[in-house]
């Protein structure tokens, strides 16, 4: 039997609060847990809390339980809908992508082609617009607001970048250049609009940079 997804930081989800008595539904049996009597969009009171709490404590001393605290509902719940802390973060930023899915994607495959695969995944994802505004929008903010900038940090660092590279077996420091490095021309190309590298072709690109990025993953 698997067993029910750890909460971040080593917790568990755990029942209704010991000092919350289980509610009856019409018939005296019991109502299910974590719902509000009248609540019609848990997912979305879930999110709301979740903002608000990753926006005044960031991404690490946000737990799912606190989250959970906060809309009023049973950890289990949160679990249900988002799986995840990661998960729950790139719903309630609206981001394009979910680590949980993205790193299978870039680590399957053979060693010496990540590089390849992780520039072309960059390019490509942000080649739509609907999947890149949110992530420039969000940097934009960060740009300005020091509480955003450290919650996008904690999550990259975190929930991305320490993990391929322990994946890798490499040092965080070479993840951080090859992202740094993709991001920048995601920037120049879409906010900038430096010419011609905005107009240029996705495999264009995957050419010239993929070569770059896998030296920094393999190391000199």
Known sequence: MSERPADDAGERPEGRPSDERPESGPEGGRRRPGRRPGAADTRGQILAAARETFSEKGFDKATIRGIARQAGVDPALVHHYFASKEGMFVAAMELPVNPDEVIPTIMNGPREE???????????MTSAAEARQPVLALVRTAMTNDQVVSMVREFLT????NRVAEGL??????????FAQLFGVVLMRYVVKLEPLASAGIEELVELLAPTVQR???GP
Do not use: K, S
């Open 169 to 178: 077996g490499i040092p965080p420091i070479r993840m951080e250049a090859a």
């Open 216 to 218: 920094y993953l393999d």
């Open 158 to 161: 975190h929930a991305l970048v």
């Open 114 to 124: 990540i590089g390849e695969r992780l520039t072309r995944f960059v390019l490509t």
